[in-house]
Each structure stands twice: as structure tokens, then as C-alpha cells.
């Protein structure tokens, strides 16, 4: 099949900076069978192409620019981002035409997709898999804090033949018919590129590991007092924090004012090779969001037997209790409390590890592209028969 990919980014030259590494695992899987075109919103500058991991990337602009509250500036850069993205997809599209475009996720990219989709009569398949469907106004996360982005995702959702979610607690996110029709799809990741055994060094020395940029969704504030009262109790315990500083150093500011700041190893983002490293070595992963979708990198981190203390978002509430153990999200004393019952207990931490690295490899990126397979060969063999017919039908009316 031919098919093509609209991501918000994630597929800069080289693999390794500025990559969404769950999307570019699947584009290389689905490279292995199928001719893929990824469509990135990257940078303002004109369209570049390069191939990356078997993919024909077509690298456009800057979705970051795009902001739902400034409804002139938002609307010419949508808008430019629209003509670049017709003018490329047409020209990759003759002589031989796409057969489905699938969009990640349910914001610019699923509108531009839709609309597109409907002009050029093409199925579309859109997966939800950000904060498009929430809001958490302390912060300012989340698309549904404007009239104009709930609209985005309103439509977008709508002019979509094919709805996928990562997990039940995104779906509750979700409103009404747009929740129904969602099919529950979590992005696997390479299993082989984490895998390790679940035993551990003894400790102490304790090892904590927390995945995720640092930014507000993802609460450092909590992830950090709860761990200053894991080192009042358990003592010589180290956590290393990967990811991009988004907040100017108030995090690591934070770590000093709690006196842990000896202790937090601040490592900034790693490519897949060196947070392997961190998996395999870690006692536990932490998770103290307060909201996400999937959060890939509980998959990640049960590729390596390595379990997750964190709070009931995304995929710790399917795989709790037995692959993971969740909180309330924001209760520090309660996730600190946590961490210190499983880290102590060897039998359990390496019975759970077992039970989420089973769970991680058999919803690896492999079954992820077959799940998205099936749907494709269904979209496009509806739309065909609809084609055959002359019956056609509306995008936003499910079979």
C-alpha cells in the first residue's frame, strides 16, 4: 500500500534529535512492507525531503507556530501549512495516489488530514494521542481550553473514516459517537532495542528513573517532593530525570531547595541507545503525570522488566496492579509511599517487571502495525467499494 503519514513532527534528518521515537519505530515498521511518506510539520523555512528509516519524509512547517488563541496569526500559519501540504502531497501523489492518510493526532494534523482526505477522496485515519481532548487550567494544558481548539478536534474526529486511541483512560476523554467508534491501539515500541532481564543489582544503592521533558503536564513538583521523602526513609537513593528542559531550570532550582539536588541526576534528552543503559540498570520507573494519553515510555521501560510506580494516567491504570502500580495523581506522600513498598520488595518488583515486559512485547511495534494494517486494508477496501457503487458515503458517519 501506499501511505502516508501526517505527524506534528518527529522525523528530523539523522533519527536521533528532535525525533517522536514511538513514530518513527512504526514508520520503519510499516517501511518494511508498505511505500510510507511522513508528512512532519518542522521548521519555517521551504519544504525539505530526506529518507529516514525507510520513509520519504516531506518535512513542513512549524506546528509550535499554530496557536488556537490568536486566531489571525494561527489562521495564515494553518493555512500555510495547508497549501504546503497539498502542494506536496500532490506531488507525490501521481502517478500512483495514496490510499489512506493517517494523522497523529486529533489536532492540526487531523484537520489538515481531513480536510485533504475529503478533496482528494482518500480515507483517513486519525489517532488521538496528545492532550487534544483535555484541559487543566492551572497550567494551560491541553486542547480543549478554546472554543477554536475544541473545534479543531471536534472536526478533525469527525471527517475521520477511522478513530484509534491509545488507552481507556484517554477514551473517557473523549466525547460521545467520537468515543464509540475509537479503536483502543497503544503505539508499541522495539522491544529488542530495551530488552533485558528483570533482576536488578541489590540495593542499596537505589536507582529511580523518570522519562518525560520537563515540562508542567508532567508535575517535576510532585515527582520531586515524593522522592525527597524516599530518601528521609530509604537513604542512599538516586534518581536520574531524561528530558528536555522546557521550564529554564526551575526544576533542577526546585531540587535545590528540597536538598536533593546531590542526589537528581539531570541527563537532558538521550537517544534510545543510552536510556537503554538507564532501564537496565534503574529499580524503578516513575511516572507523576498529570495527564497522558499513553505515556510510551511505561512500554519502554516494561520492555526492559523494568515497573512503573506512577499515577492513574494513560497505561498504568490497564496495566496496574499487576504489570504496575498507580496513585492519584498530585499526592506526593502517597507515590513516595509507593515507590518505598516496591522497591523493598524483590519478589513483587521482579513479578511485576515480568508481567509488563509480557505486556510490552505482545503490544510491540510489530502488532502495532498490523493493528493499523488491518485498518487500512478496511478503509481502503470500503472506499473502493463505495467508489464501485457510486454510493459513497459521509466521512463523519461511521459504518
Known amino acids: 500500500m501506499k501511505v502516508a503519514l501526517i505527524s506534528p513532527g518527529?522525523?528530523?534528518?539523522?533519527?536521533?534529535?528532535?525525533?517522536?521515537?514511538?513514530?518513527?519505530?512504526?514508520?520503519?515498521?510499516?517501511?518494511?512492507?508498505?511505500?510510507?511518506?511522513?508528512?512532519?510539520?518542522?521548521?519555517?523555512?521551504?519544504?525539505?525531503?530526506?529518507?529516514?528509516?525507510?520513509?520519504?519524509?516531506?518535512?513542513?512547517?512549524?506546528?509550535?507556530?499554530?496557536?488556537?488563541?490568536?486566531?489571525?496569526?494561527?489562521?495564515?500559519?494553518?493555512?500555510?501549512?495547508?497549501?504546503?501540504?497539498?502542494?506536496?502531497?500532490?506531488?507525490?501523489?501521481?502517478?500512483?495516489?495514496?490510499?489512506?492518510?493517517?494523522?497523529?493526532?486529533?489536532?492540526?494534523?487531523?484537520?489538515?488530514?481531513?480536510?485533504?482526505?475529503?478533496?482528494?477522496?482518500?480515507?483517513?485515519?486519525?489517532?488521538?494521542?496528545?492532550?487534544?481532548?483535555?484541559?487543566?487550567?492551572?497550567?494551560?494544558?491541553?486542547?480543549?481550553?478554546?472554543?477554536?481548539?475544541?473545534?479543531?478536534?471536534?472536526?478533525?474526529?469527525?471527517?475521520?473514516?477511522?478513530?484509534?486511541?491509545?488507552?481507556?483512560?484517554?477514551?473517557?476523554?473523549?466525547?460521545?459517537?467520537?468515543?464509540?467508534?475509537?479503536?483502543?491501539?497503544?503505539?508499541?515500541?522495539?522491544?529488542?532495542?530495551?530488552?533485558?532481564?528483570?533482576?536488578r543489582p541489590p540495593g542499596p544503592p537505589w536507582r529511580l528513573l523518570h522519562v518525560g521533558s520537563l515540562n508542567a503536564v508532567k508535575d517535576h513538583g510532585t515527582l520531586l517532593v515524593a522522592f525527597a521523602e524516599v530518601v528521609a526513609r530509604l537513604g542512599d537513593v538516586t534518581l536520574d530525570c531524561v528530558g528536555e528542559d522546557t521550564l529554564g531550570g526551575q526544576v533542577q532550582a526546585r531540587a535545590r531547595e528540597l536538598g536533593i539536588h546531590a542526589r537528581v541526576r539531570f541527563r537532558g534528552f538521550l537517544a534510545n541507545t543510552a536510556l537503554a543503559d538507564l532501564y537496565r540498570t534503574a529499580h524503578l520507573h516513575l511516572v507523576s503525570s498529570r495527564y497522558e494519553s499513553q505515556s510510551v515510555v511505561v512500554l519502554e521501560a516494561a520492555a526492559a522488566a523494568l515497573p512503573t510506580v506512577g499515577t492513574a494516567v494513560g497505561l498504568l491504570p490497564t496495566l496496574s496492579p499487576d504489570a504496575a502500580y498507580c496513585v492519584s495523581p498530585g499526592n506526593p506522600a502517597t507515590l513516595a509511599s509507593a515507590i518505598c513498598a516496591l522497591i523493598t520488595d524483590e519478589p513483587r518488583r521482579l513479578a511485576m517487571g515480568r508481567a509488563a515486559q509480557a505486556f510490552a512485547r505482545a503490544h510491540d511495534v510489530a502488532w502495532t502495525a498490523r493493528a493499523f494494517e488491518q485498518i487500512y486494508e478496511g478503509v481502503a477496501r470500503h472506499h473502493d467499494d463505495a467508489d464501485t457503487t457510486g454510493e459513497g458515503r459521509r466521512r463523519d458517519q461511521p459504518d
Not at 511505500?35 to 509550535?64: K, W, Y
Open 10 to 199: 518527529g522525523f528530523d534528518p539523522g533519527g536521533r534529535q528532535n525525533v517522536i521515537p514511538a513514530l518513527l519505530a512504526l514508520a520503519r515498521e510499516l517501511a518494511i512492507r508498505h511505500e510510507i511518506h511522513v508528512f512532519a510539520f518542522g521548521g519555517p523555512g521551504p519544504i525539505t525531503r530526506h529518507v529516514l528509516m525507510g520513509a520519504q519524509v516531506h518535512q513542513l512547517g512549524d506546528p509550535s507556530r499554530v496557536d488556537p488563541r490568536r486566531l489571525v496569526r494561527g489562521g495564515r500559519m494553518m493555512a500555510r501549512l495547508a497549501w504546503q501540504l497539498s502542494q506536496e502531497f500532490s506531488r507525490v501523489a501521481s502517478p500512483v495516489p495514496f490510499q489512506v492518510l493517517h494523522a497523529f493526532w486529533a489536532s492540526e494534523p487531523g484537520l489538515l488530514a481531513g480536510l485533504l482526505g475529503k478533496l482528494v477522496r482518500t480515507p483517513v485515519v486519525v489517532t488521538v494521542g496528545g492532550g487534544e481532548a483535555t484541559w487543566i487550567p492551572d497550567i494551560r494544558y491541553g486542547g480543549a481550553g478554546s472554543v477554536v481548539g475544541r473545534a479543531i478536534t471536534r472536526v478533525s474526529l469527525g471527517l475521520a473514516d477511522e478513530i484509534t486511541i491509545g488507552t481507556t483512560f484517554a477514551r473517557s476523554f473523549l466525547g460521545g459517537r467520537a468515543a464509540e467508534r475509537a479503536r483502543e491501539i497503544p503505539l508499541g515500541v522495539a522491544c529488542n532495542e530495551f530488552d533485558a532481564s528483570p533482576a
